[in-house]
């Protein structure tokens, strides 16, 4: 059964960061909300898997200890 993988994953973490943050560079809030959209779905389709997929919004969806705390 397949499951979402948390362990480091990236090749090149800082070139996809840098890639996306020059993505979003001068974009309005709605044109960056609509690029994450897009990409969110271009990366679910590519993962398929309902289960995967699950997982993943159910880790997103809970707070993070930072927001718990408001630090």
Excluded: C
Excluded at 14 to 31: G, M, N
Excluded at 61 to 71: E, H, L, N, V, Y
């Amino acid at each position: 059964m397949p499951r979402l993988e948390l362990n480091p994953n990236f090749t090149d973490p800082d070139a996809f960061y840098a890639a996306l943050t020059e993505l979003h560079r001068e974009r309005s809030e709605a044109e960056s909300e609509r690029i994450n959209a897009r990409l969110i779905l271009l990366l679910a389709n590519h993962i398929g898997v309902q289960q995967v997929l699950e997982e993943a919004l159910a880790i997103a969806g809970t707070a993070s200890p930072d927001r718990q705390t408001g630090k």
